[in-house]
């Protein structure tokens, strides 16, 4: 079974901090299309935050920029999200999503159980 597990957030964080979230894909999957960061904050629709496409580019929704740095490796097995200069708005659940192919399916989507970031003064 495929699986994305999350790790790095949980913790409870100041605006003006910084905190790393990554993400790995195991389980039998041949191979990764895309790869990428959403958050779901209370009262708001699911947000893209960072995302490696197949296309070879990276995206930054407009909030992050300048503040967040996604990256990957060159398989796109593995992400991370190194969150700078946090604000309360930042405060979501934080979940990975990737887009592969498995022994079953050509392409079929998945996204990990998430992991929450919480920025409070």
């Known amino acids: 079974q495929v699986r994305l597990e999350e790790s790095g957030g949980g913790m409870m964080m100041r605006p003006g901090d910084s905190l790393k979230l990554s993400c790995a894909a195991s389980g039998p999957f041949l191979k990764v299309f895309r790869m990428a960061w959403y958050r779901q904050r209370p009262g708001h629709q699911r947000e893209l935050v960072a995302d490696?496409?197949?296309?070879?580019?990276?995206y930054y929704a407009d909030s992050v920029k300048g503040r967040f740095e996604a990256a990957t490796n060159s398989a796109k097995t593995a992400i991370s999200l190194l969150m700078n200069n946090l604000q309360p708005e930042d405060t979501a659940l934080y979940l990975c999503?990737?887009?592969?192919?498995?022994?079953?399916?050509?392409?079929?989507?998945?996204w990990g159980q998430g992991t929450q970031v919480t920025v409070s003064s």
């Open positions: 999503y990737a887009e592969l192919s498995d022994l079953e399916r050509p392409w079929g989507t998945h």
């Open positions: 490696f496409g197949d296309h070879g580019g990276l």
